[in-house]
T-cell receptor, first 113, second 112 residues
């Protein structure tokens, strides 16, 4: 089944403890992206990648890192999480030059205390 | 930066009625996409319309794009209770990038 898989689905962590949210897609898509969703603010793009080793900042990149060493994986790294990074995170992918939109993962609900 | 703005913020209709949601944006775009989200779940892509297209259909969905007014609309015909969800527009593709900006969404409730 074509899908974007995020792990974990839920995570509670403490301020300052580094964490990684993994994202993997099995559709051979070139484009991948991370979003966070907050009440009243909607979805905001954190980082996106247009191919292996090609990443760029979205609207809210501060406090996050990403890497794209392989086409299928696009992990989101929080080096020193803070409570304002408590949010619902989504990873998504789509093929380049395609007429379709993004396929989204099921989301990761992160709480930083 | 907020690009797409949906209107209305919330819409409640009866099953069988049509639902129309609007999206306005500020800068030039390469494409505009509509997504649906059921409560707390991942978004599902509905339709992508390119800046040189004016209208697209997919099943009961009809999307229009007016680049002169910087606006788009999503029409769901003969709505069903299962259409209850939040609907988002997203604008992107400027300068060949994949920077995608979402609106805050319209929450649609279809009453049986």
């Amino acid at each position: 089944e074509a899908q974007v898989t995020q792990n974990p689905r839920y995570l509670i962590t403490v301020t300052g403890k580094k964490l990684t949210v993994t994202c993997s897609q099995n559709m051979n898509h070139e484009y991948m992206s991370w979003y966070r969703q907050d009440p009243g603010l909607g979805l905001r793009q954190i980082y996106y990648s247009m191919n292996v080793e090609v990443t760029d900042k979205g609207d809210v990149p501060e406090g996050y890192k990403v890497s794209r060493k392989e086409k299928r994986n696009f992990p989101l790294i929080l080096e020193s999480p803070s409570p304002n990074q408590t949010s619902l995170y989504f990873c998504a992918s789509r093929e380049s030059g395609g007429k379709g939109g993004y396929t989204f993962g099921s989301g990761t609900r992160l709480t930083v205390v | 930066s907020q690009q797409g703005e949906e209107d209305p913020q919330a819409l409640s209709i009866q099953e069988g009625e049509n639902a129309t949601m609007n999206c306005s944006y500020k800068t030039s775009i390469n494409n505009l996409q509509w997504y649906r989200q059921n409560s707390g779940r991942g978004l599902v892509h509905l339709i992508l319309i390119r800046s040189n297209e004016r209208e697209k259909h997919s099943g009961r969905l009809r999307v229009t794009l007016d680049t002169s007014k910087k606006s788009s609309s999503l029409l769901i015909t003969a709505s069903r209770a299962a259409d209850t969800a939040s609907y988002f527009c997203a604008t992107g593709g400027q300068g060949g990038s994949e920077k995608l900006v979402f609106g805050k969404g319209t929450k649609l409730t279809v009453n049986p």
